[in-house]
């Protein structure tokens, strides 16, 4: 018998690593010596550079890039497979780097995620995973644009600012000087949204209010943003409206499917591509996974969907730990899961979460893997 270990961290109890320490005491207690594979797991949040870096044996590349606010930081993207790199947007944008009473998404900028980018495609690298989720920007990703040699024109031909404020200002798009090496370049974007740039279910009021903005200035910054996508489409003949995801990350998946043509992929299928995970699969009898908390959102692209979904495809049972089954997790039986446990049959405050943790999980994977002996599943 052979299993393959691949959980998500429980977020702010138990790493996905000391969740594989767990399984393989278990294991030992319930069957002595057995096979086992075991890698951790990432959705394209936060953590997906460590992750995927860590489990193909890649390495870790720091570099100067600037945060929201132009102000100079070290930021870090991973390299894999010897010529492929993976970053996330908010190493250098998230909304963690700006204190909450200092957010406003008129005047952050993504100007740094494209120093990132230049970094890696400086480093001779032509394979770039982006994980887009929690940017604290809202300038349609006209900053990471001008950090690779795009220019943003208003009326008398100047350059305008790469923020938000400066969307309505522009007229013209002009891209001779960008970066020639992102034409040799392939861009993958780690994408679980499918918002449009504008509207009601665009970036700016879908997002804009935890980035900072009151409802006069998302007003204002969705008129500016609405000016930026009529001059996307008469530059690139496309409405980027019709582009699921352009709205992610303050409009960047705009700004990535024009102008680096990048391919949109849901986050988790991104980086089980990037592991290869397909072929982890062959021999394997069980696949063991687990999160934090398993409900209706587990099945927008998170690990528990993205692993059942591929493992359904070669009739290999799924069995999750989760800290705790919430509503709607039923429906992941739907998608690959065969068998769920769960450490916790209630909320638990966080002090009990912090010290009963580890021993709770312990015996319900204990228990998982005697049914297993026992044929009960």
């Known amino acids: 018998m052979k299993f393959l270990f691949a959980p998500d961290s429980f977020k702010g109890t138990l790493s996905a690593v000391n969740i594989n320490r767990l399984l393989k005491h278990a294991t030992h207690r319930v069957f002595g010596n057995v096979n086992y594979i075991d890698v951790t797991m990432a959705d394209g949040g936060e953590g997906t550079v460590e992750t995927i870096t860590q489990n193909l044996r890649g390495s870790i590349t720091y570099v100067k890039s600037v945060d929201p606010y132009m102000r100079h930081i070290d930021a870090k993207y991973g390299v894999v497979n010897q010529n492929e790199a993976v970053m996330e947007v908010a190493e250098v944008v998230g909304l963690p780097l700006i204190p909450e009473n200092k957010r406003d998404p008129r ?3 993504s100007y740094g995620v494209g120093q990132l980018i230049a970094n890696i495609l400086d480093d001779g690298i032509r394979d770039i995973t982006i994980a887009i989720g929690g940017s604290s920007t809202n300038d349609g990703g006209i900053g990471a644009m001008m ?4 220019q943003f024109l208003d009326k008398d031909g ?9 969307l309505k200002d522009i007229v013209r798009i002009d891209i001779s000087k960008m970066n020639p090496l992102v034409q040799l370049t392939k861009f993958t974007i780690m994408c679980d949204v499918n918002n449009p740039l504008t509207g009601k279910d665009g970036a700016t009021f879908v997002y804009g209010k935890q980035k900072g903005g009151s409802d006069e200035v998302l007003q204002y910054l969705e008129s500016g943003m609405e000016n930026y996508r009529k001059v996307l489409k008469e530059t690139f003949g496309k409405d980027v409206n019709e582009m699921p995801g352009s709205g992610a990350a303050g409009g960047m998946g705009a700004a990535f499917a024009l102008f680096l043509n990048g391919q949109m992929k ?5 980086v089980l591509d990037l592991m290869d995970f397909d072929h982890m699969l062959d021999g394997i009898d069980y696949v063991i996974t687990g999160e934090g908390k398993t409900d209706i959102q587990t099945l927008s692209g998170k690990v528990l969907y993205g692993i059942g979904e591929r493992c359904k495809k070669r009739n290999i049972p799924v069995i999750a730990i989760c800290g705790i089954l919430g509503d709607g997790y039923e429906k992941m039986y739907e998608h690959g899961i065969t068998k769920f446990y769960a450490t916790t049959d209630r909320e638990l405050s966080e002090s009990e979460l912090s010290t009963q943790a580890s021993e709770n ?3 319900a994977a204990v228990k998982m893997f005697e049914d297993i002996k026992n044929h009960k599943i």
């Open 266 to 270: 849901s986050g988790i299928d991104a």
């Open 147 to 150: 950090a690779l040699g795009v």
């Open 361 to 363: 999980f312990m015996q």
């Open 158 to 166: 100047n350059p305008v600012k790469g923020i938000g404020d400066s």
């Open 107 to 109: 005047y952050t900028s």
